[in-house]
């Protein structure tokens, strides 16, 4: 593998090459240097032009001599030492080139007849430190007549780089993004031309959603691309090089970026009593027939919907019960809040309703998930309460602190419910409760107005939650050791999360008020950036769910429409 050509004369030669951190043209002095005349014969000499760190320049020959070249020796492959020679900046033999570099003119005497030179450069003096870039020919000198030998460079491969060239592709459509892979010598330089070993790329994706173009690369310059089919893809594909005897292999991450796959308006509906009434489209999460269901809390009914948008309409026993938020039970069936009909309802794919009266009148329930026991858990607002449906259906209510203002609760890694409250008269909190009613820690927020909403578990181990008023994202520890990350929007009123299949959190942002645009965010655990998607609608986001495939799903309303939309994250 053969990465460049240096000139050997009898009477001169040029050695020439580049480097810097993207790499850089060699350079060629217009017409011979004149040197001093040797104190020893000289039947050869080398011209070694080595180029600024800085320069960045059409390459004309593939020749490479880094940078960070500070001397060359050439010795016969017999082991006979013709040289080291000093061709670092200042040297007495080099003289400034053109772009900021140095021409630098050594002299040797070869032995007459059949020689294998090798020639190394290095990046300290007197042929020490780490070997750049080296090469070795096979030729005949001449004593008495001008030959010229052409020598070939190899720079020597210290590390790897490897990125995507910074393109993001949309979920659901096909794309081939290019892949920049990088050899660097022992100065961090670029290699340019051929590689004096092969780097191996391999793809994680398992789905065959992505594929390399090419997974062996010997020279600079190959293109390699990743091929993106445009599926939906669960996790990210991670993209590693390797070479042999280079450490710590280096990756990249291929994500694709968050699209609108489609948007359905939704009118305002007939209520029972005949009115046109709007929507209000809250709770929504997928039932086991790949169907959305959706709370629609205005006109008191529940919307079955299906994946392409087509609707129809359940009414609870209850009239104007105001159903809320939703969660899929252990039995498959989707079980909902009740704010104004004090009830949880319970309603199967098939659209048969069963309620559950809440023993405490006017308790305002919101809330509701899967309990660490399987249980179906809600809390009550306006009684500051959190309930349990027992199997026979019946209900245990559990006291929280009085005015506490439950808004929502998850099941925890530690196997307790999680409660976020926003109390009229005392600080927000989080708070811990055992699946036996026991308030086991109180978590105090900092700011008594972040007003906690949308509580969820993460894959790292911890909470999440959103802070409507407080303008953040939180991340909570186990222990109560509270992160947060500030969103790019100025009030995002952040009212749900849920975790992607990527591990991903990603929140409802439903806005201060109706003129706001609705948006979606999502952070990755163990990161601190936030990315939003634009709805590019007033949409006041209420809700968010992901399907069995992994897509997201939001319900919001704007007056007096509801909107419901896929995107693929």
């Not at 053969?2 to 580049?18: D, Y």
């Not at 709770?283 to 529940?302: K, S």
């Not at 009030?491 to 706001?516: C, H, M, N, R, Y």
Request: proline share 7%; glycine share 12%; charged share 10%.
């Amino acid at each position: 593998m053969k990465i460049g050509r240096v000139l050997i004369a009898a009477a001169a030669a040029v050695l020439t090459g580049c480097g810097g951190s993207g790499g850089s043209a060699g350079i060629t002095p217009s017409a011979p240097i004149p040197t001093a005349s040797p104190s020893a014969p000289v039947n050869a000499q080398f011209v070694v032009v080595v180029p600024a760190a800085s320069v960045m320049q059409a390459r004309v020959k593939p020749q490479y001599i880094s940078a960070a070249a500070r001397s060359v020796t050439i010795v016969l492959q017999r082991g006979d030492k013709l040289g080291a020679f000093d061709v670092s900046q200042g040297s007495s033999s080099c003289k400034s080139a053109s772009g900021g570099g140095r021409t630098c003119t050594v002299g040797i005497n070869a032995p007459a007849g059949n020689d294998t030179f090798v020639v190394s450069a290095y990046d300290q003096p007197g042929g020490a430190g780490n070997v750049l870039a080296t090469g070795t020919i096979v030729q005949t000198v001449s004593s008495s007549a001008t030959s010229t030998i052409a020598v070939d460079l190899t720079g020597v491969t210290a590390s790897i780089k490897v990125s995507l060239n910074g393109t993001i592709a949309q979920s659901g459509t096909a794309a081939s993004i290019p892949i920049v892979v990088q050899a660097l010598d022992a100065s961090g330089n670029t290699i340019l031309g051929a590689y004096d070993r092969t780097i191996t790329l391999t793809d994680s994706d398992s789905s065959g959603h992505t594929s390399l173009s090419v997974t062996s690369i010997i020279a600079s310059g190959t293109a390699v691309a990743l091929n993106y089919d445009g599926s939906y893809m669960s996790a990210n594909a991670v993209i590693s090089a390797s070479a042999p005897g280079i450490a710590a292999p280096p990756e990249t991450s291929f994500h694709t970026a968050p699209a609108i796959a489609a948007q359905y308006d939704l009118p305002p509906f007939t209520a029972q009593d005949g009115s046109q009434t709007p929507l209000g489209a809250s709770g929504i999460v997928q039932g086991p027939d790949g169907n959305l269901w959706i709370a629609a809390a205005t006109v008191g009914a529940i919307v079955k919907m299906t994946p392409d948008g087509k609707t129809t309409m359940y009414w609870p026993p209850t009239l104007w019960a105001f159903p809320q938020e939703e969660v899929v039970g252990k039995d498959g069936a989707i079980w909902f809040t009740e704010r104004d009909g004090n009830n949880i309802g319970r309603v199967t794919t098939s659209g048969s309703f069963t309620e559950y009266p809440i023993p405490t009148q006017y308790s305002n329930p919101l809330g509701i998930c899967v309990g660490p026991d399987g249980n179906i858990w809600f809390v009550e607002q306006v009684t500051s309460m959190v309930g349990r449906v027992n199997g026979d259906g019946s209900i245990t209510e559990f006291a929280l602190p009085v005015g506490s203002f439950p808004n929502d609760l998850t099941a925890g890694p530690d196997g307790n419910l999680w409660i976020d409250t926003n109390p009229f008269e005392a600080p927000s909190a989080i708070l811990v409760m055992s699946t036996n009613g026991t308030l086991i820690a109180t978590h105090v927020l900092a700011n008594s107005n972040e007003q906690p909403y949308g509580i969820v578990a993460g894959p790292d181990g911890n909470l999440w939650f959103g802070e409507y008023t407080g303008g953040a994202l939180a991340r909570m520890t186990t222990s109560g050791e509270l992160t947060e990350y500030a969103t790019p929007s100025s009030v995002p009123g952040i009212v749900s999360l849920a975790v992607s299949k990527q591990g991903d959190i990603w929140f409802a942002e439903s806005g201060a008020a109706f003129a706001t645009t609705g948006q979606l965010g999502y952070i990755t655990p163990g990161r601190s950036t936030i990315h939003e998607v634009y709805l590019n609608m007033p949409l006041h986001v209420r809700n968010i769910t992901f399907d069995s495939a992994g897509a997201l799903w939001y319900s919001g309303f704007y007056d007096p429409d509801s909107n419901v939309g896929k995107v693929i994250p």
